[in-house]
């Protein structure tokens, strides 16, 4: 074996693909597209405010004061403020209009204060508010509806409290104990004391910030750089097959240069195409949208020379179970769209369901993401990703040896 | 028109021998849907649940981390509230991750019930914690749907004490015996839930506004406003048995956006096998016969017109069928807009295919004009998470119209009278496509 010849071998590949003006389009410009779309688009969920200025429309037919409270103490009040934008409607008509308005998705909800509702509720009568929601933004929608809930469950308190404690009245002393006259005073009279007395509160504790928030542009720069690896290895790996289609292979091989270094060869390219890669779009998405890769310079060294390994092994695999070029092609952009979706590359997978962050566990992207994103918001250094550097290049061994060596034998 | 005919199914023909087509215009839409909805919620199982029934249909909401440090009735109680919120999907992990996760900017917030939280509930002062980090002051929308638990909560617990208060004052009960006292309490409690949950005197109830039988339920009700308000219950339930609520599901997302997508990417393909038999000088020797360019390119069009409806059509089936999806609640209003998206998918294939010179280049710019079409037009997501010049982004492509209107379809269950525009417009785009696209394709 004479490295001399498996460079000039890999050269002439690189030569190849530096050519290819679509390759630059699909591996360059598609990852940068992609990641900008995707930054800008879920940069507000991912900062968490994604449901800010969710159009709520209200009907106050009550005009009582419990609809005013409702709507211009808790709808329109100062902790909502942000969230809500509230429009509101008098009569039937504009109940009728902002109701079809709802139907339209012009608002999430049109919240409805019927008449007589402060009368009955103050009155412990049945009262109903009633909220008509958009299916078409049901999590909008959703979150009114849990805004009106609440305040409907504080009026409900003391009549809940009223009706239990005569319901246990009677589950323990039978439908006698109702018959006494100074039931009902001395209930009302405990509901008066105690039923208000109750409050559960949410309360605000802050953590210490270790390192940055996640932001989308930075976690989607990382999510197509790795799904845009396995592309740009496939593009090398893909030519184990086409050479020998096309007869190339078998002139190769009447050059001094042997089976084997031909193979490893393309391996090697698949390497090198994807670092450069790697480090391109690194590059460029930090100078368009301040990506913050890392601050650990040998980390992000590590973990890209592990998944550029990785993706090599991954591309020969591919070959190696293909026998043209256009099933490798379609059956590595199969491969690589699951393992995209499994793996992280397309939504981010925490506080997903357990059985998917084990699943991540098999694919390339999960492993690449990991360290990517330990390196990119945990302030990781090497020792911190050392594991997923480690399961990447032993990924990269096993796939890239199992590869070869179907492939020699072929 | 017979030759355009024979060269559309021509192009049909050649297709259904193309197995690989077969695997990315069918089988990769439906193998994402099943991950999203598996990922998200499916529809199957959810349609005929109500709001109560919790688990089965989850939606694609907001995920809440969750930390339970005690095991008592009422921290069992705050899962079980929690569980039940819709919007939510409650994960369950250890208080020390969870704040590490927050601190590490993981994840943006979470709940714990702290040690205690049952007893301070029980004497009147009970609190979860939010864990958040230092800086991220805006309101989340987890936070309300948090808070409302806790209110229904309140009420549980104060009427449980109220009513073990009446029953020693009453003598039902001896205040001297411990067990006994703590036996009725969590009696009452129990009780006192199934009021809160239940038709509580005050209560909240939601209507989805959908169906049809939302216009004749407004127009039956005419001028009196009570009636009006009570006439919706029914059109709701007709629209849906889902007790008020109606969450879009990770498969209604899943098969609408994916169909969308997916189609476009198969016309947009097709369109770039123009290239190769341009490359290959088919359609240079296809006009040795007689046959005019004009009926060469016409019956190409109609080719690949055709396939996205076939291919539309077996993803609409697959998402009726396999996932649960509603697909066919108004199909006059399908029809047209299947008709119209495919129409204006077909044009952006062949306009795209006339810009470009190879049908390399036909392949590259496609995978990445059809992938952010559609992103941009909410076929990846659904819009209303996303930020505001995302959602205007999307009036001016063709996959936002094609999505809004199949939401319109599938969610809001309406029919022709809502989405006319959307039918329109794509057949603006369709034209505004084919014109310039048919104006500038060369043959050589």
């Known amino acids: ?410 | 028109m017979q030759k355009v005919w024979h060269v559309a199914l021509n192009h049909l023909r050649i297709l259904t021998r193309d197995r690989t087509a077969i695997v990315f215009y069918l089988l990769l839409p439906m193998l994402f849907t099943f991950i999203t909805s598996a990922v998200f919620g499916g529809g199957a199982e959810g349609d005929g649940g109500s709001g109560s029934g919790g688990a089965a249909g989850r939606p694609a909401g907001y995920t809440l981390h969750l930390a339970v440090e005690e095991e008592s009735l009422l921290a069992e109680r705050v899962v079980e509230l929690l569980s039940e919120e819709s919007a939510l999907r409650v994960v369950q992990e250890p208080r020390e991750q969870l704040q590490a996760r927050v601190e590490a900017g993981e994840i943006a917030l979470g709940v714990v019930v702290p040690e205690g939280f049952g007893e301070a509930a029980r004497r009147g002062e009970g609190k979860l914690l939010l864990v958040q980090r230092p800086g991220d002051g805006r309101t989340d929308p987890r936070e309300p749907l948090v808070q409302s638990v806790l209110e229904r909560l309140a009420a549980q617990v104060a009427s449980a004490g109220v009513a073990v208060a009446t029953l020693t004052a009453r003598g039902y009960v001896d205040a001297q015996d411990p067990q006994a006292v703590e036996a009725a309490w969590q009696q009452a409690f129990e009780r006192a839930g199934r009021r809160v949950e239940g038709s509580a005197t005050v209560s909240v109830r939601a209507y989805p506004v959908e169906g049809p039988e939302r216009a004749s339920a407004a127009a039956a009700s005419g001028a009196v406003p009570a009636a009006a308000a009570e006439a919706a219950p029914a059109s709701a339930a007709a629209g849906a048995a889902t007790g008020g609520r109606r969450m879009a599901t990770g498969a209604e997302q899943g098969s609408l956006g994916f169909s969308v997508m997916f189609v476009l990417m198969g016309v947009v393909t097709a369109a770039g096998s123009l290239l190769v038999e341009r490359q290959e000088r088919t359609l240079a020797r296809l006009l040795t016969c007689p046959v005019t360019a004009r009926q060469v390119l016409g019956g190409k069009l109609l080719g690949m017109f055709l396939q996205g409806l076939v291919q539309m059509v077996l993803l609409i089936a697959a998402g009726q069928w396999i996932f649960g999806v509603d697909w066919g609640r108004s199909p006059a209003a399908l029809a047209a807009l299947v008709v119209a998206y495919v129409a204006a998918a077909t044009g952006f294939g062949i306009l795209l295919a006339s810009l470009v010179r190879t049908e390399a280049q036909a392949s590259a710019v496609g995978t990445l004009a059809v992938v952010v079409l559609a992103m941009l037009g909410g076929a990846w997501w659904p819009l209303e998470i996303v930020s505001r010049p995302m959602q205007i982004a999307a009036k001016f492509v063709p996959t936002g119209w094609a999505m809004d209107g199949f939401l319109d379809i599938v969610l809001r269950g309406a029919g022709l009278e809502a989405v006319w525009l959307n039918v329109a417009v794509l057949a603006g785009f369709a034209l505004l496509f084919y014109g310039v696209g048919v104006a500038i394709f060369r043959f050589e």
Do not use: C
């Open chain 1, 1 to 410: 074996m004479s490295l001399r010849r498996l460079w000039a071998l890999v050269a002439k590949d690189l030569r190849i693909r530096a050519r290819d003006r679509k390759g630059y389009l699909l591996l360059l410009a598609m990852p940068l597209v992609l990641t900008t779309v995707l930054g800008f688009a879920l940069g507000p969920v991912f900062r968490g405010e994604g449901l800010a200025q969710i159009p709520v429309a209200v009907v106050d037919l009550d005009g009582g004061e419990l609809g005013r409270t409702l709507i211009d103490g808790v709808l329109r009040g100062e902790a909502l403020a942000q969230m809500l934008q509230v429009s509101e409607g008098s009569g039937a008509s504009d109940l009728e209009r902002m109701r079809e308005a709802v139907g339209r998705g012009q608002y999430a909800a049109l919240v409805v204060v019927p008449e007589g509702f402060s009368r009955s509720a103050v009155a412990g009568r049945p009262a109903q508010l009633k909220v008509y929601t958009d299916p078409g933004q049901s999590v909008r929608a959703e979150v009114v509806r849990s805004v009106v809930d609440a305040f409907a469950a504080q009026l409900m308190r003391r009549q809940v409290a009223m009706a239990t404690a005569l319901e246990m009245v009677t589950v323990r002393g039978g439908l006698f104990a109702m018959l006494s006259p100074t039931l009902v005073p001395e209930v009302l009279q405990q509901v008066e004391q105690a039923a208000g007395r109750v409050e559960l509160r949410l309360e605000k504790q802050l953590t210490a910030q270790r390192s940055r928030p996640l932001n989308a542009m930075d976690y989607y720069a990382a999510a197509m750089a790795v799904m845009f690896l396995l592309f740009s290895v496939l593009t090398v790996s893909k030519t184990l097959i086409t050479e020998r289609q096309d007869g190339t292979y078998p002139r190769l091989l009447m050059t001094p240069a042997t089976r084997l270094e031909v193979l490893l060869s393309k391996l090697a390219g698949s390497f090198l195409v994807a670092v450069v890669q790697f480090v391109i779009l690194a590059v460029t998405t930090r100078w368009l949208h301040g990506v913050v890769w890392t601050q650990s310079a040998m980390g992000l060294a590590l973990v890209v020379a592990a998944a550029a390994l990785a993706a090599a092994g991954w591309g020969t695999a591919i070959a190696a179970i293909s026998r043209t070029g256009n099933s490798a092609e379609n059956l590595g952009t199969t491969v690589i769209m699951v393992m995209s979706m499994l793996g992280g590359s397309m939504f981010p997978l925490y506080g997903m369901p357990d059985w998917l962050r084990a699943v991540s566990k098999a694919t390339f992207n999960g492993w690449a993401m990991e360290g990517l994103l330990r390196l990119m918001f945990d302030g990781a250094g090497v020792a911190q990703v050392l594991l997923p550097a480690a399961v990447l290049a032993g990924m990269g061994v096993f796939l890239s040896g199992a590869g070869l060596l179907a492939l020699y034998r072929r």
